[in-house]
């Protein structure tokens, strides 16, 4: 018997929380590691939800942008992840509103996966990272063929298999990375 699953709808933060917030928590550490996110850089989050790298960010020290389509992923940031050194906005990944370089990092967990124009996000997320900054992405590695809308509506889901992430800047140094959760701890306690 088919399970009839609703178009996800990024309406309700407290629900994004439950499925997916949880495991932004456990990457923001291991992801922001990787990408050689350093204090003092002026970050931009791109899907930022509720705001959980975003907060990352600001607690390393940086000033930290989290833009999202979500207004209520966006009230659920500012309401439970508010820093002095955040703001929230409200944008479009595919036509971002600021200009060419001016973030030292540009990132995104959990988000570039389930947008369907990503060429063009990525586009945009090299054009307002500075030359020789840092964009990076993390997604859930779906083995199997879970596609992201069945793990939202999933808890029993396994989802630390994995991390991935790549810089995408044109002429800068590319790093693919991928590591189980246990890879990780095991690279960290080394």
Same mark, same amino acid.
């Given at each position: 018997?088919?399970?009839?699953?609703?178009?996800?709808?990024?309406? *309700?933060p407290?629900?994004?929380?439950?499925?997916m917030?949880?495991?932004s928590?456990r990457?923001a550490?291991p992801?922001l590691?990787f990408?050689?996110v350093?204090?003092g850089?002026r970050v931009? *989050?791109?899907?930022?939800?509720t705001? $959980?790298i975003? %907060?990352?960010?600001?607690?390393?020290?940086?000033?930290a942008?989290?833009?999202?389509?979500s207004?209520?992923?966006?009230?659920?940031a !500012? !309401?439970?992840?508010?820093?002095?050194?955040?703001?929230?906005?409200?944008?479009?990944? !595919?036509?971002m !509103?600021?200009?060419?370089?001016?973030? *030292? $990092?540009?990132?995104?967990?959990?988000? &570039?996966d389930? &947008?369907? @124009?990503?060429? /063009?996000v990525a586009? @945009?997320?090299?054009?307002v990272?500075?030359?020789?900054? $840092?964009?990076?992405?993390c997604v859930?590695?779906?083995?199997?063929?879970?596609?992201a809308?069945d793990?939202?509506?999933d808890t029993g889901? $396994?989802?630390?298999e994995?991390?991935?992430?790549?810089?995408?800047? /044109?002429?800068?140094?590319t790093?693919?990375g991928?590591?189980?959760?246990? %890879?990780?701890?095991? /690279?960290?306690?080394?």
């Amino acid at each position: 018997m088919a399970i009839s699953v609703p178009p996800f709808m990024a309406a *309700d933060p407290t629900v994004y929380e439950h499925f997916m917030g949880r495991w932004s928590r456990r990457l923001a550490g291991p992801f922001l590691d990787f990408a050689g996110v350093r204090p003092g850089e002026r970050v931009l *989050d791109v899907g930022c939800g509720t705001g $959980v790298i975003t %907060a990352a960010l600001a607690e390393r020290g940086c000033v930290a942008i989290g833009m999202d389509a979500s207004e209520p992923y966006l009230d659920g940031a !500012r !309401r439970d992840r508010s820093h002095p050194n955040i703001v929230y906005e409200h944008g479009d990944a !595919r036509r971002m !509103r600021y200009p060419d370089a001016s973030f *030292d $990092v540009c990132v995104s967990t959990l988000a &570039i996966d389930v &947008i369907s @124009e990503v060429d /063009e996000v990525a586009a @945009e997320m090299r054009r307002v990272t500075r030359p020789g900054g $840092v964009v990076a992405c993390c997604v859930i590695d779906f083995w199997g063929g879970i596609s992201a809308q069945d793990l939202v509506y999933d808890t029993g889901a $396994v989802l630390d298999e994995g991390i991935s992430a790549a810089g995408l800047l /044109e002429g800068a140094p590319t790093r693919v990375g991928q590591w189980t959760s246990s %890879a990780v701890a095991q /690279e960290r306690a080394d």
